[in-house]
């Protein structure tokens, strides 16, 4: 029987790896901060933004994350992130040392029409080596689902002074943000926070002999099926960044939403398939002995 057009939605649970690509011939726009930076602390998440430039040549950086760790969900807001693209990917880099990472993402426009690059996935400001991918990816192949990235360092996060876009947006840019270590530190202490916050023992939890761990693969507990009829057939998609609580046992006992695009049909989808199908191994003090923790995720849903 051949699969319907709902059934060739995708969803992806895990960061994907971006697909090569072509260059730009423009030079960049370099862009001096025209603005402070501006934390701002939310109940499940943190946010970091500034601007850089003035007028039609404006990009204001917005920098999300929703646990502790080096993760980043980057997006870019102003004239110079247009894309004709549905999706696609940009070359992204932190300048001057790191090395230039493909990454995919989702145009969208603030209520006043200003073009909005979403950076699908977390990104770090170090890429992964290949040999990190080749370990990701065996791991996946032998049904293991635990695989621990190699950390980043405050001296490599203190390193970056720049941001560089080019590919597939109306005109490459590159951001002068100084040192990345101050504000990157102040987002550490902000997402320390938000532990504490969610009820998580902070102290044990930074000694944990092992995370929460999926019982089986995560990438299955959301499927085609779970995508909301009305927002199929509108042609609608989302990114929806979810935190679930996980007890002592391995089981899930409430859903968050950290963030999403909208509209809330996706976030009520995601919550019911995932407290419907998620299954833990529990976190492990440094004694070995069960506690409660959190698991986060994202779930795209993409025609």
């Known amino acids: 029987m051949g699969r319907t057009g709902r059934d060739r939605a995708i969803f992806v649970l895990l960061a994907a790896l971006a697909l090569p690509g072509v ?9 001096k901060p025209s603005s ?47 894309t004709r693209m549905n999706e696609g990917v940009v070359r992204l880099r932190f300048g001057p040392s790191e090395t230039e990472q493909e990454v995919q993402f989702y145009p969208g426009t603030l209520s006043d029409r200003t073009p909005t690059l979403i950076i699908r996935g977390g990104v770090r400001v170090v890429p992964r080596s290949p040999e ?21 360092t405050p001296e490599q996060e ?23 270590g101050p504000p990157l530190g102040a987002l550490e202490k902000c997402t320390d926070e938000l532990l504490g916050h969610w009820g998580i023992d902070v102290a044990k939890h930074a000694a944990l002999s092992r995370k929460v761990k999926p019982k089986g693969n995560p990438g299955n507990w959301v499927t085609s099926r779970d995508y909301p009829t009305d927002m199929w057939m ?27 695009t909208r509209p809330k049909a996706f976030d009520d989808a995601v919550c019911k398939a995932i407290m419907r199908n998620a299954e833990f191994e529990p976190a492990l003090d440094a004694w070995g002995s069960p506690i409660a923790s959190y698991w986060l995720n994202s779930v795209t849903f993409h025609m």
Request: glycine share 6%.
């Open 234 to 260: 509108q042609g609608k998609r989302a990114i929806v960044q979810f935190r679930l609580n996980v007890d002592a046992a391995g089981k899930p006992t409430a859903c968050h939403i950290q963030q999403s």
């Open 36 to 82: 402070k930076w501006n934390v701002h602390y939310a109940e499940d998440s943190c946010r970091m933004a500034r601007s850089f430039g003035e007028g039609d040549q404006k990009v204001v950086l917005m920098i999300d994350r929703y646990q502790p760790g080096d993760a980043l969900r980057l997006s870019f807001i102003g004239k110079p992130a247009y």
């Open 23 to 31: 260059g730009t011939a423009k030079e960049p726009l370099r862009l």
């Open 158 to 180: 203190a390193a970056v002074t720049y941001v560089e876009v080019s590919r597939a947006i109306r005109h490459p840019f590159l951001l002068e943000t100084g040192s990345l």
């Open 132 to 152: 990190e991918i080749a370990a990701y990816e065996a791991s996946i192949k032998a049904k293991r689902f635990d695989f621990e990235w190699s950390d980043i």
